[in-house]
């Protein structure tokens, strides 16, 4: 984001338009990275072995008594607190998932219109590994990949437990907002469809009641 910021070969307000709210959902999951690092322990020092709530973790803490970096025994029913605290701001998808369409397009036009912009694109590609069309696609795929990797998590936790019932509410909290977006998302594209016909017929055909099938 900030090459561009710093270029001339795009307007300041293109950069707005493509880059949507992408640091207000950035800001949403250093904080959640943070609360989950400090509550439940670092994701990257948890197998998903260990997630699992039986005594089985006892037998395994002792058999690593002699190893000098034992495996952080991670908090699971703080796990779902967190997800189910940060559910609502999941919403910021929203409106980066309505606009992502015109955002891809936007830059694509740049693409082929702008050399300059276009040659600082291909740089970050060949240097850094950078391609920014399938950076932008990452946040559509964010909520999802919660979805599959509490599930997974929940594979490893004891039926009945307190930290099952935690990260079960969890994550039917986040299946929620994920539903929530696809519906909005759905009904702008939707809005968007009519709009298009109306202008090519010259009528009025979008309303709010009214939906494209």
């Not at 509550?39 to 948890?46: I, L």
């Not at 606009?99 to 590609?125: E, F, I, P, W």
């Not at 509410?169 to 939707?190: C, F, I, T, Y």
């Amino acid at each position: 984001m900030t090459p561009l910021r710093n270029s001339s070969f795009i307007r300041q307000e293109d950069v707005d338009l493509i880059f949507n709210n992408i640091l207000a959902i950035t800001n949403i999951h250093k904080t959640l990275l943070k609360d989950i690092q400090n509550k439940v322990g670092d994701p990257r020092d948890v197998a998903p072995h260990d997630l699992t709530t039986n005594n089985s973790n006892a037998n395994n803490s002792n058999n690593n008594n002699n190893d000098n970096h034992p495996p952080k025994e991670p908090d699971i029913r703080a796990l779902g607190a967190i997800f189910i605290q940060y559910a609502p701001y999941l919403k910021e998808y929203t409106l980066y998932s309505e606009k992502h369409a015109a955002a891809c397009a936007l830059l694509d036009n740049y693409k082929r219109t702008n050399q300059g912009l276009l040659a600082l694109l291909v740089d970050a590609l060949l240097t850094k590994g950078c391609d920014l069309s399938e950076l932008l696609m990452l946040p559509m795929e964010r909520i999802s990949k919660y979805v599959s990797q509490l599930s997974e998590v929940l594979k490893y936790v004891d039926v009945g437990s307190p930290e099952h019932a935690s990260l079960s509410s969890a994550l039917a909290r986040v299946k929620e907002m994920e539903q929530a977006v696809h519906v909005r998302v759905e009904g702008w594209q939707n809005r968007q469809k009519i709009v298009e016909i109306q202008n090519m017929l010259d009528l009025r055909l979008a309303a709010p009641h009214r939906k494209y099938l």
